[in-house]
């Protein structure tokens, strides 16, 4: 069994920083892509930047420049650091792996239970 636990949110005033970890961890072979998504009352999940095995970056056009993605292969782990927090950023932040748990099984993806970032103006 697959677990993804996201550690790190919180609140923070605006212009602050924040900085969220996602552990994976059970049976897994290998783990592709990992990302952050993030979710604010009355919108739909959104993506916020996604990281693959090799470290190749992506990000929306909201973060680039504030929100760093990076992981650590050897742990299982990938980071957000968010820096120049704004108001519009408040929402819970979910974690995605993409993971294997054998050689032959097919990738699935996976999710974690969400920490919530609340950013005041």
């Known amino acids: 069994q697959v677990q993804l636990v996201e550690s790190g949110g919180g609140l923070v005033q605006a212009g602050g920083s924040l900085r969220l970890s996602c552990a994976a961890s059970?049976?897994?072979?290998?783990?592709?892509?990992m990302g952050w998504y993030r979710q604010a009352p009355g919108k739909q999940r959104e993506l916020v930047a996604t990281i693959t095995g090799g470290g190749t970056t992506n990000y929306a056009d909201s973060v680039k420049g504030r929100f760093t993605i990076s992981r650590d292969n050897a742990k299982n782990t990938v980071y957000l650091q968010m820096n120049s927090l704004k108001p519009e950023d408040t929402a819970v932040y979910y974690c995605k792996g993409i993971i294997m748990v054998t050689i032959t099984s097919p990738r699935a993806q996976y999710w974690g239970q969400g920490t919530q970032v609340t950013v005041s103006s």
């Open positions: 059970g049976s897994i072979f290998s783990i592709n892509t």
